[in-house]
């Protein structure tokens, strides 16, 4: 397994050495090597099935954002008995891991719409409340249009994958141009990109690219896609980067107290986000 970036990755060991399990070294999370069956199986679907039109056809069809109105409580609780099939590194339900990632964040004093960004980053994975697979909510992203990197994780899964008979996705760039901006760009469906719409009217830019782009490995821990990139998407990523250590690292087997903790979120939600939201 390859690590972090060189610029992030012994700051973010010493941030596991000092903050969570001492006895879980860096190079133990994410490491596919070892993964169970199951995961290997939700990343060949994801790998198969995660075509161009697929993708395109799937923000279509969600971003109305008709679906569904709903408080974040109410979609909290709904995810609570949600378990992610493409993680290797804990077996807690949704609300367990927002609450360990923000209050991770909490603890190091980060601002409070970084916070609450650990909070929400995953609540885009009530797809599943509207029956999609979990192969088109969870795991990690990756452009769609252009040739799959071999840093995406399982990458010998595309080999299935109706796009790789198609000559004009199969090359670098793709149906796009050098350095053209992530914003152009059409990911792998998933909760990532949903979350992205349901939120942009109400959080900072700085907490829109940490929902959309939290799971795309492949570039802000493996250093790949960069030419698809705009200065201001690196610029960015700099938060992205900064968010991953408590996505990634807070991952226990100990379950926080939502009851002791919700008062202080329940204050957080409200000071960014309405009562109700669209879905």
Same mark, same amino acid.
């Given at each position: 397994m390859s690590h972090l970036h060189t610029d992030v990755g012994e700051q973010w060991e010493e941030f596991v050495r000092?903050?969570?399990?001492?006895?879980?070294?860096? =190079?133990?999370?994410?490491?596919? =090597? %070892? $993964?169970t069956p199951g995961v290997r199986e939700f990343y060949r679907l994801n790998h198969t099935l995660q075509t161009r039109d697929f993708a395109v056809g799937k923000k279509r069809e969600y971003m109305p954002l008709s679906k569904a109105?709903?408080? &974040?409580? =109410?979609?909290? !609780?709904?995810?609570?008995?949600? &378990?992610? =099939?493409?993680?290797?590194? %804990?077996?807690l339900s949704q609300i367990a891991h927002n609450l360990q990632? *923000? !209050?991770?964040?909490?603890?190091?004093?980060?601002?409070?719409? @970084?916070?609450? $960004? #650990? @909070?929400?980053h995953d609540l885009g994975k009530v797809l599943c409340l509207f029956d999609e697979p979990q192969w088109a909510v969870v795991g990690d992203t990756f452009p769609v249009g252009c040739a799959w990197s071999e840093k995406i994780v399982y990458p010998e899964f595309f080999r299935d994958n109706p796009d790789a008979k198609v000559q004009e996705l199969q090359t670098r760039l793709g149906v796009y141009s050098q350095n053209c901006g992530l914003?152009?760009?059409?990911?792998?469906? #998933? /909760?990532?990109?949903?979350?992205? /719409?349901?939120?942009?009217?109400?959080?900072?830019? !700085? *907490?829109?690219?940490? @929902?959309?782009?939290?799971? @795309?490995?492949?570039?802000?821990? !493996?250093?790949?896609?960069?030419y698809l990139m705009n200065e201001h998407d690196q610029k960015m990523f700099h938060w992205v980067k900064e968010f991953n250590q408590y996505d990634l690292y807070s991952k226990s087997h100990e379950k926080p107290d939502e009851k002791v903790l919700r008062p202080y979120y329940e204050e957080l939600v409200s000071e960014f986000l309405p009562s109700q939201l669209h879905w």
């Open positions: 000092e903050r969570y399990d001492p006895n879980r070294k860096q =190079e133990e999370f994410r490491n596919y =090597e %070892t $993964a109105k709903m408080s &974040v409580w =109410e979609a909290m !609780e709904k995810l609570d008995s949600l &378990v992610d =099939e493409s993680d290797p590194d %804990t077996d990632t *923000a !209050e991770a964040c909490r603890r190091d004093g980060r601002p409070r719409w @970084f916070i609450l $960004a #650990g @909070f929400l914003d152009k760009v059409d990911m792998s469906w #998933g /909760h990532d990109e949903y979350l992205y /719409h349901v939120m942009k009217a109400y959080m900072p830019e !700085e *907490a829109l690219y940490i @929902f959309r782009y939290h799971s @795309f490995y492949p570039c802000h821990r !493996e250093n790949g896609y960069q």
